[in-house]
């Protein structure tokens, strides 16, 4: 089975742009797979930021963004905030009726 | 507004069984497709179960695959999630999140706030 990749933490400054990614063990990613991406602050249900590889889920600000970053599906956070602080979800539709979730990303904001 | 209130979590010993409830509003729940999605204590999230608007097409995580079943009533805006033969690796938070489509397709767009269960003797 196709195991989705994503970085298990990263670190950005206050005010600093970061890119997350979201990868596949096996090919590359492409619109097909329409990668989103969700936010889950602990103890929380997850909230989508992006859908389709680069739409904003409505009242997401735009200083999140979505895009294919060669092989890889991509998450940039521009002008980085304390409350960016929090684990952050990739999914690939992988046809057939089922996603694949990535690992997550412990995003630090510091 | 559109909205998921799942229900139906619970603890229940291993072997057990629960059904799931997610009650759906603020959208024509008929036309779109469902799916249930988990995550363990301290861990990621997993995708466990979809069905198609019109219930005819279900599909299953290797996981959840014939141990729980998807259904949904659309008179009752309500999906549902019968696990049987539950495990412990079965607990977790069960989120139900809607689909963009009316095919088991593409993007999960809506999550609702989810339910627990807990597996343990």
């Known amino acids: ?110 | 507004e559109v909205q998921l209130v799942e229900s139906g979590g619970d603890s229940v010993q291993p072997g057990g069984s629960l059904r799931l409830s997610c009650a759906a509003s603020g959208f024509t729940f008929s036309s779109y497709a469902m799916t249930w999605v988990r995550q363990a204590p301290g861990k990621g999230l997993e995708w466990v179960s979809g069905i198609s608007g019109s219930g005819d097409s279900t599909y299953y995580a290797d996981s959840a695959r014939g141990r729980f079943s998807i259904s949904r009533d659309n008179s009752k805006n309500t999906l549902y999630l019968q696990m049987s033969g539950l495990r412990a690796e079965d607990t977790a938070v069960y989120y139900c999140a809607k689909v963009r489509s009316i095919m088991v397709r593409g993007v999960l767009d809506v999550w609702g706030k989810g339910t627990t269960v807990t597996v343990s003797s």
């Open chain 1, 1 to 110: 089975q196709t195991v989705v990749t994503q970085e298990p933490s990263f670190s950005v400054s206050p005010g600093g742009t970061v890119t997350l990614t979201c990868g596949l063990s096996s090919g590359s990613v492409s619109t097909s797979h329409f990668p989103s991406w969700y936010q889950q602050t602990p103890g929380q249900a997850p909230r989508t930021l992006i859908y389709s590889t680069d739409t904003r889920s409505s009242g997401v600000p735009d200083r999140f963004s979505g895009s294919i970053l060669g092989n890889k599906a991509a998450l940039t956070i521009t002008g980085a905030q304390a409350d960016d602080e929090c684990d952050y979800y990739c999914v690939m539709y992988m046809g057939g009726g089922s996603w694949v979730f990535g690992g997550g990303t412990k995003l630090t904001v510091l």
